[in-house]
């Protein structure tokens, strides 16, 4: 089974485990290969923050659906956290939710001589993403997009 098709199986678990909770959402599945051992990472989020008792609780409980479906092949390591503040902005969801954040934008190719433009984002209609309400950056063109963080 591809990694992607795990990450599927496994979004669509956790999203009915948390279906009945208003407050924690889903923010990704990741499902990787680092040095021996594979680790299937689950990052949720909620307004002023997840903490332990969220994780492990979401741990828990998909655990178990984990091991009585035998969604993932193999062993792995499970781990359920909070994307951090400095979060890769994924999905169309996570353009949408964070209007109006600064964001840093790692491109493909060069644009107007830069690979790394930050800015506010100001808008996503699906296709193409708006920094500071007059740079539009079509997504084929963006390698990546993460909250930007002042130090």
């Known amino acids: 089974m591809a990694a992607k098709d795990i990450e599927q199986a496994v979004e669509a678990l956790v999203s009915d485990l948390l279906s009945g909770q208003d407050a924690v959402e889903l923010v990704d ?3 990787t290969k680092e040095h021996d051992d594979w680790y ?3 990052y949720i989020d909620k307004d002023g923050g997840i903490d ?3 994780c492990q609780k979401l741990s828990e409980r998909l655990e178990e659906k984990l091991d009585e479906g035998d969604s993932v092949p193999g062993s792995y390591i499970l781990e359920v ?3 951090g503040i400095d979060r890769v902005l994924r999905k169309p969801r996570d353009l949408i939710r ?3 954040k600064a964001v840093d934008v790692s491109l493909y190719a060069p644009w ?3 690979k790394l433009l930050s800015g506010v984002l100001t808008g996503f209609d699906g296709q193409t993403i708006t ?3 007059n740079i539009n950056i079509s997504m084929d063109k963006v390698a990546q997009i993460r909250l930007h963080i002042d130090f």
């Open 29 to 31: 599945v990741e499902y």
């Open 52 to 54: 332990i008792e969220d």
């Open 98 to 100: 964070e209007q109006g």
């Open 40 to 42: 299937l990472r689950v």
């Open 131 to 133: 920094l500071d309400e």
């Open 81 to 83: 956290s909070s994307p």
């Open 112 to 114: 107007d001589g830069k």
